[in-house]
């Protein structure tokens, strides 16, 4: 955030009073070290140093668990697809022999069932999870 946007949304009145910093996990301990008399060289006492990470790297999981559910329902999605190819076929299959036909199931017919289940499975699993990613992981469970 620019200074004229901080100074608007903070009311800082002109000065400055918080520094965000985004480091490499493996240098905060580093920039931990150096940032207090980088940020205030005649009182590095003063600033203090803390360490979001932690929380950022739950609320990644967090956000990477409720992503892989909504794919996992659309893999769902898409098994149910198969098993109605499935039983589409099958009763196609028993119907034709019951009426003394050739049981024939053509194999574009199979290719357009499949197809169609896959797209249904990916937009039933990928849409919502695209949605959840966005959401904070409190926010996501509430809606649902």
Avoid: C, W
């Avoid at 965000?20 to 240098?27: G, S």
């Avoid at 499935?86 to 194999?107: M, S």
Wanted: charged share 10%.
């Amino acid at each position: 955030m620019g200074f004229r946007v901080a100074n608007q949304l903070r009311s800082l009145g002109g000065h400055p009073t918080e520094l965000y910093l985004r480091a490499a996990p493996d240098q905060v301990t580093a920039v931990n070290q150096v940032l207090p008399f980088t940020a205030n060289p005649a009182q590095p006492e003063a600033v203090q140093v803390s360490r979001p990470s932690d929380v950022l790297s739950a609320r990644a999981a967090a956000k990477n668990a409720i992503t892989g559910l909504f794919l996992g329902l659309g893999a769902v999605v898409v098994l149910g697809g198969l098993a109605g190819v499935g039983l589409g076929a099958l009763a196609t299959a028993v119907y034709a022999i019951a009426t003394t036909q050739t049981p024939v199931v053509p194999l574009s017919a199979v290719a357009a069932g499949l197809a169609v289940a896959l797209s249904v499975g990916l937009l039933a699993g990928a849409y919502p999870a695209s949605q959840a990613a966005r959401l904070a992981p409190a926010d996501a469970l509430r809606a649902s």
